[in-house]
């Protein structure tokens, strides 16, 4: 495993890394290995409550490695199609690992998050952002269309029109703009982000656990379910939180007018 992403663990809770700071954490095909690796690694692991996917230093991902996508122009057009569709198909794997893994993802984003960065950060189910972050998905400045899924959550986060607005003009925005938009959940001050990630993070982390997995994954499939399949659903869902020990804590800490202490169901 090479160290393009970094895998941390505190208790309950897993953090990767984007660590090519020097390169502004842009993606190159180590950090694809690294981020499809590792990310399904965390979506394997049981012991995980709470996933934050961050960027060291200044970025959060200035999104692909350009330098890197300029040494395939030597090659003739057939091989650079089949090139660069075999490395998105691959990349693509994270995104369903992201999406899929049972557990909720928090995006710290700050600086640029651009282009497969965009992609990734809407790939987790919430967002925080610094003042300093700005965004843009950039693909049509190399004359390329998006990848990373942004097609498919960028309508779902801000409506069609906005969705063509950004992708088709490529301009850069801030974070209020973001925060207007709802592709981030909060801004921050820049001294503030870490510390509301982490308290966002435990506060899931100690959060009932089929009670968090089951509610990311119903509100997921509520945009392809019909209103009377949602309510299966959700009722199946009720019924089987109801029956753990998170419940029962629940109620039992309402009623004593305590904190709950919840986590003993795994």
Not at 60 to 74: H, S, V
Not at 115 to 120: M, N, R, V
Request: aromatic share 6%; hydrophobic share 45%; with cysteine.
């Amino acid at each position: 495993m090479n160290d393009t992403i970094v895998l941390t663990r505190d208790g309950d809770i897993a953090t990767l890394t984007l660590c090519r700071p020097d390169a502004m954490n842009t993606l190159n095909r180590d950090m694809i290995d690294s981020l499809v690796a590792h990310s399904a690694a965390v979506a394997a692991d049981d012991s995980v409550r709470c996933v934050v996917i961050a960027g060291a230093g200044a970025h959060f991902m200035a999104g692909g490695d350009l330098r890197e996508f300029a040494g395939q122009l030597t090659q003739p057009a057939s091989e650079r199609e089949r090139y660069f569709t075999a490395m998105v198909e691959y990349v693509h794997t994270a995104i369903e690992n992201i999406q899929r893994m049972p557990h909720p993802v928090i995006a710290q984003v700050q600086g640029a998050v651009a282009g497969f960065g965009l992609s990734l950060m809407c790939a987790c189910d919430l967002a925080i952002a610094s003042e300093s972050a700005y965004f843009t998905s950039a693909y049509r400045n190399i004359g390329l269309t998006p990848d990373g899924g942004a097609t498919y959550s960028l309508p779902r986060l801000v409506g069609t029109r906005k969705a063509m607005e950004i992708v088709l003009l490529g301009e850069r925005f801030d974070a209020q703009e973001a925060l207007r938009l709802g592709l981030v959940n909060r801004v921050v001050r820049e001294g503030e982000l870490a510390s509301t990630v982490q308290a966002w993070a435990h506060k899931l982390a100690s959060g009932p656990v089929l009670a968090a997995r089951n509610a990311k994954r119903l509100i997921q499939a509520s945009s392809e379910a019909t209103l009377a399949a949602q309510l299966q659903a959700e009722s199946i869902s009720f019924g089987r939180c109801a029956a753990t020990n998170d419940f029962s804590e629940g109620l039992q800490s309402f009623l004593a007018k305590r904190v709950p202490r919840f986590g003993k169901d795994r």
